[in-house]
C-alpha cells in the first residue's frame, strides 16, 4: 500500500495466474497449455515478419487475420475483434457489454478472472451455484440480470454443455448480452459460434492459447453481430491501437492456415485424456467428464492439496484451487503421452 495509490487500486484483487517456475525436467500440468509446439509453418512465418517490417507499426486493426478468422468460421470480418489474449478480449467484454443496472451472472466455480474483471470496472455481479454434480443449469439464470458469461466447456470442471441449453440461454434473455467463453471448445464441444448469426445477443469468445499451441504469442478473439464487435472496437481504440504486434498477427493467420497440425495435436490430447481419466479412476479418484484439455479430479481419500504437494516434490506441477466446494480437487491438465504416464507413475508413489 501507497499514498501514492489510487483509490482504484487499493480496491483491486488481481488475478493470480498458475505458477512458470524455473525446475529442471519438470512436468507442466498446471496451466493448461497445449504439450505440442505450433505448426513449423507458424514459427517461420513469425521470423519472416521479425526480418521484416518491425521498424513500422502493425496493421491495427489487423484485418488479413480478422478475414482469416472470418472464412474459418463461416462469418464476415466485420463480425471478428481480435485482441491481445483473450483475457483481453474479455476485459474489453466486461466495460464494454457487461456493466449494466441489473448484475452479471456467472457461475460460482467459474474462470477466476471473471470476479476480477467485476472488480476492476465496477460491475455488480452475482454467482450462480454449479448444481451437485457440478454442471451448470440453464433454468437457475432465468432471473433478472443485465448480462450472463460463462465458458464452454468451463473451466475449471471441464464440463460441456449442449448448444441446444445455449441456444435456450440465449432465447430466453433476448433482452442481455450473453458472452460464451469457448477457450477450450476444441477439445470436445460444440462451438456457437453458428448461432450469432440469429442471436444478436451472443458474444463468442477464442483463444489460440490452448488449441493452437499459442499461449506464448497472445491471441484471442471474438465472434459476434456488428453491434457488439463495434462496442468492443471503441473500448480497444480508447486504449491501445496495436494490441496485436505483427508477429502476432502472422503468427495467428499461419496457426489457423494449418489444419493438420491444429487437428492432429488436438486429437491427440482427446485420446491422452482418456487415458488419463481411465487410469486416475483406477486410483480412487472421481474423475469430472471433459471435453477440455483437462481434468478436474477429486481423490477419495487424499485431500487436494496434499495430492498437489506430493506430486510437486516429484517435480509434477498440477493446479489447487484452495475454494469452496473444490478445495479437494485438482486440475490437471493434459500432456503428452510421456507427461501422463510420468503423472500416473508420481501418483503410484504418493498413494
Ligand atoms: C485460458 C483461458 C482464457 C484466456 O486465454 P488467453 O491466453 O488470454 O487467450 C480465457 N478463458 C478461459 C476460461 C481460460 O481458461
Redesign the pocket.
Known amino acids: 500500500m501507497s499514498k501514492f495509490w489510487s483509490r482504484v487500486v487499493h480496491d483491486l484483487q488481481p488475478y493470480v495466474p498458475g505458477e512458470q517456475p524455473r525446475i529442471a525436467d519438470l512436468v507442466k500440468l498446471n496451466t493448461?497449455e497445449n504439450p505440442f509446439g505450433p505448426s513449423p509453418k507458424v514459427l517461420a512465418a513469425i521470423r519472416a515478419a521479425a526480418e521484416d517490417g518491425l521498424r513500422l507499426y502493425p496493421d491495427p486493426s489487423a484485418l488479413d487475420l480478422r478475414q482469416t478468422i472470418a472464412r474459418h468460421y463461416g462469418v464476415s470480418a466485420e463480425e471478428v475483434f481480435v485482441g491481445n489474449?483473450?483475457?483481453?478480449v474479455?476485459a474489453h467484454t466486461f466495460q464494454a457489454l457487461l456493466k449494466h443496472d441489473l448484475p452479471l451472472l456467472y457461475p460460482d466455480i467459474s474462470?477466476s478472472?471473471y470476479p476480477t474483471y467485476s472488480r476492476l470496472y465496477g460491475i455488480t455481479a452475482e454467482t450462480v451455484p454449479l448444481d451437485a454434480d457440478y454442471s451448470i443449469s440453464i433454468a437457475d439464470y432465468d432471473r433478472p440480470c443485465g448480462a450472463i458469461i460463462l465458458?464452454n466447456p468451463n473451466?475449471p470442471t471441464g464440463m460441456a454443455l449442449p448448444l441446444s441449453a445455449i441456444e435456450t440461454l440465449l432465447r430466453n434473455h433476448p433482452g442481455q448480452p450473453v458472452v460464451i467463453?469457448e477457450?477450450?471448445v476444441d477439445f470436445g464441444a460444440e462451438s456457437a459460434v453458428p448461432l450469432t448469426k440469429t442471436y444478436p445477443n451472443l458474444l463468442v469468445?477464442q483463444?489460440?492459447?490452448?488449441s493452437r499451441s499459442l499461449?506464448g504469442l497472445?491471441?484471442?478473439f471474438a465472434i459476434g453481430q456488428r453491434p457488439l464487435i463495434d462496442a468492443l472496437e471503441r473500448v480497444k481504440d480508447s486504449f491501445n491501437s496495436y494490441p496485436l504486434d505483427r508477429l502476432a498477427q502472422l503468427g495467428a493467420i499461419a496457426a489457423i492456415e494449418d489444419e493438420d497440425w491444429f487437428e492432429t495435436c488436438r486429437t491427440q490430447i482427446i485420446t491422452n485424456r482418456q487415458m488419463v481419466t481411465q487410469a486416475l479412476g483406477e486410483r480412487g479418484f472421481d474423475v469430472l467428464p471433459s471435453a477440455a484439455n483437462f481434468v478436474f479430479a477429486r481423490h477419495a481419500a487424499k485431500s487436494g492439496a496434499e495430492i498437489a504437494a506430493g506430486l510437486r516434490e516429484k517435480a509434477v506441477l498440477v493446479r489447487h484451487f484452495n475454494k469452496p466446494r473444490i478445495s479437494d480437487h485438482l486440475r490437471i491438465t493434459i500432456g503428452t503421452a510421456e507427461e501422463c504416464e510420468r503423472l500416473i507413475a508420481a501418483l503410484d508413489a504418493i498413494l
Request: glycine residues 10%; charged residues 25%; aromatic residues 18%.
Open positions: 493448461n489474449g483473450s483475457d483481453e474479455l474462470y478472472f465458458p473451466a467463453d477457450a477450450y469468445v483463444t489460440f492459447s490452448k499461449a497472445r491471441v484471442g
